[in-house]
Nanobody
Framework: QVALEESGGGLVQAGGSLRLSCTAPGRTFRSNIVGWFRRAPGKGREFVASVGRNGISTDYADSVKGRFTISIDNDRITAYLQMNSLKVEDTAVYYC?????????????????WGQGTQVTVSS
């Protein structure tokens, strides 16, 4: 697996915002789909959002729709997850992932490239 690198996690109060970044060190994102997943304490890995090859088409989990925005820069060097109106239940380790599939997927097994994760903690 090619390692991706996430950054931007941290501690924020409920209602606040954070922006996560993801890069593929030394290369651009050649994969078709770039996505974000998260794992909350005691829970499995959960799909959050993904962006397609054109950088415009997106897919969001219902739990974050309207609050989170995924994007990727035109050079496909950095992908972002802008998280607004954060809730305590958004607390998790967030992972960046990339997939060579052409169709959107929410299955973690369809993503062959992963980062190590960045902690996001939302306090009440």
């Amino acid at each position: 697996q090619v390692a991706l690198e996430e950054s931007g996690g941290g501690l924020v109060q409920a209602g606040g915002s954070l922006r996560l970044s993801c890069t593929a060190p030394g290369r651009t994102f050649r994969s078709n789909i770039v996505g974000w997943f998260r794992r909350a304490p005691g829970k499995g890995r959960e799909f959050v959002a993904s962006v397609g090859r054109n950088g415009i088409s997106t897919d969001y989990a219902d739990s974050v729709k309207g609050r989170f925005t995924i994007s990727i820069d035109n050079d496909r060097i950095t992908a972002y997850l802008q998280m607004n109106s954060l809730k305590v239940e958004d607390t998790a380790v967030y992972y960046c992932a990339a997939s060579n599939l052409w169709d959107f997927t929410r299955e973690a097994d369809d993503f062959g490239f992963w980062g190590q994760g960045t902690q996001v903690t939302v306090s009440s």
